[in-house]
């Protein structure tokens, strides 16, 4: 009921009467979780000083839903290392094959160069209509591409999430012109929606899950501090965005910008409000070195690499 109150709108790209609308929305939205944060808080003291005290609240500290792969990133992140997987979810992990197949090596992360480092005068990302970003749209169809669902298991789902609706409007777009040819076989898999629709916005989504999930990004800039970040900076969304996926989780976006930007706010790496997203980095980046039945747990590709195995 809450969530979709948290818009996923950037202020300094509305006019004075949509932003105005959307502080008052969004400031609403948190109001009604502010007694919730309320008690939780006073309930965690109490159990630190009481050491009689009754919770009545209680931190999910085991998951069922995803790979442990993806479950341990969201756990380092989010939850100071403290989410475990249930043992039978473990066990699957190991000896049960997700519902689908990808042609090549499907990538954990399609890895995108930070803006800076490339010479480009002007950003990857797009502020007009809102924020897009043309080159990561590119990319998803691109791993699209190469996907397949496995004969003889059940139907598997695909999510499609950005932060972004403009993102997510184009993303509509290209999927759609590629639909009835070079992407028929994406019927072969089960949507987000009874429309058939397997793209949404993060916000949307809340509450969703898919066996195979990519999310694009979007952000890639050289500015400076949390306004580079947009919907980025948000740990509670973010949360929602990397912990959806059921077997594999795409991420198509730009590690070095997320890095990059963080050490800039916080040069000399103290915890801090944008601390999760430093955690996000090293935790995917720590899974190339794992393996799991002779792979490693997460692999790296460049879109242009992406692009010549298409």
Not at 7 to 13: I, N, S, T
Not at 181 to 192: P, S, T, Y
Not at 246 to 254: A, D, E, H, P
Not at 279 to 304: C, Q, Y
């Amino acid at each position: 009921m809450i969530g979709p109150l948290l818009k996923d709108d950037e202020l300094d790209d509305l006019d004075f009467d949509e932003a105005r609308s959307l502080v008052h929305t969004c400031d609403m939205a948190l109001r009604l979780l502010e007694p919730f944060r309320t008690f939780v808080e006073e309930d965690e003291r109490r159990n630190r000083v009481q050491p009689g005290h009754r919770p009545i609240a209680a931190t999910l500290t085991e998951q069922r839903r995803m790979d442990p792969a993806i479950a341990e990133v969201v756990s380092k992140a989010f939850y100071k290392g403290t989410l475990r997987t249930e043992e039978r979810r473990a066990r699957a992990a190991v000896e049960e094959a997700p519902p689908f197949v990808h042609l090549g090596a499907m990538p954990v992360v399609v890895d995108f160069p930070h803006v800076s480092s490339t010479g480009r005068s002007d950003a990857l990302e797009r502020s007009r209509p809102r924020w897009h970003n043309p080159s990561e749209v590119a990319a998803v169809i691109d791993v699209l591409r190469q996907v397949r669902a496995r004969e003889g298991s059940e139907q598997p789902s695909l999510a499609i999430l950005t932060p972004y609706k403009v993102q997510a409007k184009k993303l509509h777009e290209r999927l759609d012109a590629l639909r009835r040819q070079e992407l028929k076989h994406l019927d072969d898999f089960k949507a987000i929606r009874s429309n058939g629709d397997f793209i949404g916005t993060v916000d949307s989504f809340q509450g969703g899950e898919a066996d195979l999930m990519i999310l694009s990004l979007v952000r890639n800039n050289a500015m400076a501090g949390g306004r580079a970040l947009g919907f980025l900076r948000d740990s509670r969304r973010m949360n929602v965005a990397l912990s959806r996926a059921k077997s594999q989780l795409i991420l198509v976006g730009s590690l070095d910008f997320l890095r990059e930007t963080v050490r800039g706010v916080n040069p000399d790496n103290e915890t801090h409000d944008l601390s999760f997203l430093t955690e996000v980095v090293a935790a995917i980046t720590a899974l190339r070195d794992t393996t799991r039945n002779g792979l490693p747990l997460a692999s790296f590709l460049k879109p242009d690499a992406l692009r010549q195995r298409v």
